[in-house]
């Protein structure tokens, strides 16, 4: 798996926006550094280049006089993977899509569901959401192969978030856990493995927090951190050692408008505290296009 979920730094994701709000966001991103694999095989030293550009979608709506969201996420991964194999040096490209994300989120306190002319006259002090985010198994899969784009499971992570503005000031915290199901093919059917691999996971426990600044209306630079723990993994049902994550990533976002409807975002992040899993740092930028109804 190229990207693990729990390291992501999104600010301000439970900031409300009117109902029938939409906003389309075409990003870019690039990884580099180390990458995971599984310490029982014969591999050691991986490590990857990934160019990641996704297109997603967001709209907001009205849940039981809440205000609620749905986002689809589907990003596609060019990489190039390398590491020593058995003492051998290898290399290997890989083209395709990734696992497509999807988000519900609503907000429980703070933000009832508005149209845009009362939301021009509501400020924000706390606020307090969930949201449910699920991964499909549509991700390029060859069970054969070591390195693959998707995952072939399902995950889903169920999250509470909060965010409390200060006048200009802006302060999230999300805390949440990554669930998975079994990959039922993996690494098999191959000359090292002619049978069947399964691989399981432990949950995964993410933490997330962001302080924020308002430099104008829509201009902002926020300072991101996580940490997240678990998610030992089990192969044929034994304990992978040396898979228990205990990890921080930080990073810098901001938030730069173009127009009424277009904004930039750009977002930079590293691994702060590596004990297990990738330690790469990522470069993004995306272009929104946002809407209330239909677009102009």
Do not use: C
């Amino acid at each position: 798996m190229p990207r693990a979920q729990a390291q992501d730094l999104t600010p301000r994701a439970y900031i409300i926006t009117p109902i029938h709000s939409n906003a389309i966001v075409l990003s870019y991103s690039f990884e580099t550094g180390g990458i995971l694999i599984n310490p029982t095989l014969p591999i050691s030293n991986a490590k990857g280049t990934l160019h990641v550009p996704t297109a997603s979608y967001s709209h907001s709506l009205d849940f039981f006089g809440r205000t609620a969201n749905l986002t689809a996420v589907l990003p596609y991964v060019v990489g190039h993977f390398k590491a020593n194999v058995n003492g051998t040096p290898q290399a290997v490209y890989r083209s395709g899509l990734y696992d497509s994300l999807f988000r519900f989120s609503v907000n429980l306190k703070g933000g009832p569901a508005m149209d845009l002319r009362q939301y021009v006259g509501w400020k924000q002090t706390l606020l307090v959401g969930a949201s449910v985010t699920v991964t499909a198994p549509t991700g390029q899969y060859d069970p054969m192969l070591l390195v693959n784009l998707g995952t072939n499971r399902w995950s889903i992570k169920p999250e509470v978030g909060l965010s409390r503005r200060w006048n200009n000031w802006v302060a999230d915290f999300y805390g949440g856990v990554w669930l998975f199901t079994e990959n039922p093919e993996f690494y098999s059917h191959n000359a090292m493995y002619p049978g069947v691999n399964t691989q399981s996971q432990n949950p995964l426990g993410a933490l997330e927090g962001h302080l924020s600044y308002d430099l104008k209306p829509r201009l902002w630079v926020s300072l991101d951190a996580n940490y997240w723990y678990g998610g030992k993994v089990y192969r044929n049902g034994n304990v992978a050692v040396g898979t228990l994550e205990s990890n921080s990533r930080v990073g810098v976002t901001a938030s730069v408008p173009l127009h009424k409807h277009q904004s930039f975002k750009f977002s930079y992040s590293y691994g702060a505290v590596v004990r297990v899993g990738g330690n790469y740092s990522d470069l993004s930028v995306g272009w929104q296009y946002s809407w209330v109804g239909r677009p102009d």
